[in-house]
């Protein structure tokens, strides 16, 4: 992907549409990013709109959450999904426990192999841990500790890199319910 620029501010660009378009996206992007750690609003480069980027980090609960499921799926290895009423506790119940899925440690299956009574159902609120999600709940990866949104669409992650362990806020013996899941 080649571009050059010239001193009245135009630009040549050579490559695809789409490299095209992802070089702007990026471009675009990237100082929003930057500021994703102040609560203001800021500029967007090309429109100069208002925009915020919402940082939010993995809670207590939702990590207690996605345990529950991590057991779920140990116990019962012959079910692909689980309702999250069966595993989400807490007062943040499945909501934040959702956002998980933009670190790919869990997937959510598609509301139309759900029976509902009027089959208008967005959201299946059947949850799954994918082979990443073990991985993490055992302890063997780590993920970033943030995960950025706009306008309640993921735009990346950022911060340092944790394990489950450091998410916990109570004190917790996580080695103790881990052995006993084997």
Known sequence: MNYQEFPDGQ??????REELINHVIQYLKTPLMDKADSRDENDCPLCKQGVHINKDKQTDSSTINLLNLY?????YPQTEYFNS??????RNGAGRFAALRYHGIIQEAKAD????NDGQKKNSGMWKLTEKGIQYCEGNIKIPKYILTYKRQFVGTKGELMSIEEFLK????YREVMD???
């Open 85 to 90: 009423s069966k595993f989400c506790k807490g």
């Open 71 to 75: 057991y779920l799926t140990k116990t």
């Open 113 to 116: 192999k759900v029976n509902t």
């Open 11 to 16: 630009v040549s660009f050579k490559g695809t």
């Open 170 to 173: 109570e004190p917790f013996n």
């Open 180 to 182: 006993k899941l084997k």
